[in-house]
């Protein structure tokens, strides 16, 4: 059955302390693992779609690798406005347009 | 380019009660999905509708229900509403390019049933 899990559950830094989420996953067939940032209350805004692995995509402070089994979100000197929910997703190769969610990462950046 | 709307943004109803909730999808994307999100459960795939055309549903009882619309706009549905039916609804709408598949969501619609 297609997963994701999304570790840790919560990560407090102090602003310029980089750190890195996890995003493991299986799937029988990947089309596509996709990030987003979720703030309180607001739908997840996009960051990031990887295809294949070795794959690497940056915005900003932030960026994201991808292997077979697992997705990486590093965050370089983060500042408070990067506090939010990190949703990982995948999107298997025959199922359309269903994606599935882990529960998220809330990362809390203390200035 | 606007991006996905819902609306309304917030809704208060009594158990047993339906309601019907709207998503405009970004211009160009016919594919539309549903997701519900709760604390405990996170984000859950209701359904995807692509050219009127529900393709995919996910595990929830029958009274969720959607549609959509020859504008790509989409409706869903839930009847007789329960408490635990309480979450915030998201929409996302979906095109393939040649750089591969993008997906959006819109702002959600909070729904309370009381």
């Known amino acids: 059955e297609d997963q994701v899990t999304q570790s840790p559950e919560a990560l407090r830094l102090q602003e310029g302390e980089s750190s890195s989420l996890n995003c493991s996953y299986t799937?029988?067939?990947?089309?596509?693992l996709f990030w987003y940032r979720q703030d309180p209350g607001k739908g997840p805004e996009f960051l990031f779609t990887?295809?294949?692995a070795g794959e690497e995509k940056e915005k900003e402070r932030l960026k994201a690798t991808l292997t077979k089994k697992e997705s990486f979100l590093h965050i370089t000197a983060p500042k408070p406005e990067d506090s939010a929910t990190y949703l990982c997703a995948v999107h298997p190769v025959l199922n359309f347009n269903k994606f599935y969610f882990g529960s998220g990462t809330k990362l809390n950046v203390k200035p | 380019k606007a991006g996905v709307t819902q609306t309304p943004r917030y809704l208060i109803k009594t158990r047993g009660q339906q309601v019907t909730l709207s998503c405009s999808p970004i211009s160009g994307h016919r594919s539309v999905s549903w997701y519900q999100q709760t604390p405990g459960q996170g984000l859950q795939f209701l359904f995807e509708y692509f050219s009127e055309t529900q393709r995919n549903k996910g595990n929830f009882p029958g009274r969720f229900s959607g549609r959509q619309f020859s504008n790509s706009r989409s409706e869903m549905n839930v009847s007789t509403l329960e408490l635990g039916d309480s979450a915030l609804y998201l929409c996302?709408?979906?095109?393939?390019?040649?750089?591969?598949?993008?997906?959006?969501f819109g702002p959600g619609t909070r729904l309370t049933v009381t």
């Open positions: 996302a709408s979906s095109a393939t390019s040649g750089s591969g598949v993008e997906q959006y």
């Open positions: 799937v029988s067939g990947l089309r596509g």
């Open positions: 990887l295809y294949s």
